[in-house]
Nanobody, 116 residues
Framework: QVQLVESGGGLVQAGGSLRLSCAASGSFVRFNAMGWYRQAPGKQRELVAVISRGGSTNYADSVKGRFTISRDNAYNLVYLQMNSLKPDDTAVYYC??????????WGQGTQVTVSS
């Protein structure tokens, strides 16, 4: 079973930046398109950024121009650089393949809290 460990979250003021990291076991990152997802209290989990195996990226409209997803296949890492953070970005952030498959393991996520 793949292991996914997200890190890099924290408390930041509006307008600040954070860089999230996702470490995966085995060759999970290398062989999958990867996504960053987030889930705010009382809301469903949503996809915010995707990076294909070839490096093409796509973003939710709410984060376009502020977030950047990247990957390091050699080290099975995925990153999410988040700039110009807003209180609405407050959520637990997760990484996984995109699209996820039923039964996929989800890590604990990393909490991002943006204060106004």
């Amino acid at each position: 079973q793949v292991q996914l460990v997200e890190s890099g979250g924290g408390l930041v003021q509006a307008g600040g930046s954070l860089r999230l990291s996702c470490a995966a076991s085995g060759s999970f990152v290398r062989f999958n398109a990867m996504g960053w997802y987030r889930q705010a209290p009382g809301k469903q989990r949503e996809l915010v950024a995707v990076i294909s195996r070839g490096g093409s990226t796509n973003y939710a409209d709410s984060v376009k121009g502020r977030f950047t997803i990247s990957r390091d296949n050699a080290y099975n890492l995925v990153y999410l650089q988040m700039n110009s953070l807003k209180p609405d970005d407050t959520a637990v952030y997760y990484c996984n393949r995109e699209p996820p498959v039923a039964g996929d393991y989800w890590g604990q996520g990393t909490q991002v809290t943006v204060s106004s």
